[in-house]
């Protein structure tokens, strides 16, 4: 009975974890089906979220709702600069430079964040308290339920934008044939802007909801833009549900592994089911047939 509660514990743990990776999956394959590139700068988009937000509310003392909306709308002016002064420029360039250009611009922001709030982690305090919540013998703290919510509700915004605006619809049209949809009168580098301007918000928000957990600093986003790439790979670079069960699957296996096998894997089991994908099956779990950008 103890084995079976602790293995609650983890899957219930793991499920959080990987609502935040999904949210990060879901940012990679939406500038990925825009531009058919690879962000990792999106990882320094979650760390900036849980950063904006702290100094909202330690220095600007606004409340955390008013902080919150401070750090997401920070954080996208970032990903709209990004996206204006480093890839707009370069029309010609092939998505290799691009991908070399998301690292540089990755090394920077974290250069520029340590240099202005140094290398000292950061807190953030939950939404909801700290008193957790029994559920069938595992232990839930309110800010997990945060997590969940905020995940359901991004992922219905999201289903409700790519299917029933006209943005949403003609980024999905750039996604398919950026050519087609060029000619029939779609602006493609207005849908290539809209896309870095979703996921950096999208990144951010991810970074506010996980910082009361994990805490924040200059260099958290490396790890969880890798993880939340290795998800996005398991859905097979697509925008849709099979992200978000990659995100899901990922986090679970991860804490299964953390808490039955030993912490020191925490991260080596992610990267493994990383490479496992790319040799097995690279146009993802729960993609049909392949995809010529894998």
């Known amino acids: 009975m103890e084995l079976l509660n602790q293995i609650t514990q983890f899957v219930i743990s ?67 600069a990004f996206e204006r002064l480093a890839i707009r420029p370069l029309k010609n360039a092939t998505p290799l430079s691009l991908i070399i250009i998301t690292i540089g611009a990755s090394i920077l922001i974290r250069g520029v964040v340590m240099l202005l709030w140094g290398k000292d982690t950061q807190v953030l305090p939950p939404f909801s308290g700290n ?10 703290l309110p800010q997990h339920l945060w997590i969940f919510g905020v995940t359901v509700l991004v992922i219905v915004g999201c289903r409700i934008f790519f299917h029933h605006t006209i943005s949403g619809k003609a980024m999905r049209a750039c996604s398919f044939n950026r050519k087609a949809a060029n000619l029939v009168g779609i602006s493609v580098g207005r ?60 986090g679970t296996l991860e804490s299964l592994g953390a808490g039955l096998i030993s912490s020191g894997y925490k991260d080596a089991i ?10 097995l099956r690279p146009q993802g779990l729960f993609k049909k047939g392949e995809t010529e950008r894998v």
């Open 191 to 250: 849908m290539v802007l809209l896309s870095f301007v979703i996921s950096s918000a999208l990144g951010s928000l991810a970074g506010v909801i996980i910082a009361p957990l994990t805490m924040t600093a200059y260099d958290v986003g490396v790890m969880l833009g890798l993880k939340g790439f290795c998800a996005a790979i398991m859905g097979g670079m697509g925008s849709g549900l099979g992200t978000v069960l990659g995100g899901l699957i990922l």
């Open 270 to 279: 992610a990267f493994l089911i990383l490479l496992l994908i790319l040799f």
């Open 14 to 80: 793991g499920l959080a974890t990987g609502a935040i990776y999904a949210l990060i999956g879901l940012s990679f394959a939406i500038i990925f089906n825009s531009t058919g590139i690879i962000n990792f700068a999106q990882g320094e988009f979650v760390m900036l979220g849980g950063v904006f937000t702290i100094f909202a509310l330690n220095v600007l003392k606004l409340p955390i709702l008013l902080a919150i909306v401070v750090a997401v709308v920070a954080t996208t002016a970032v990903g709209l």
């Open 131 to 140: 008193t957790p919540l029994e559920i069938a013998g595992a232990t839930l």
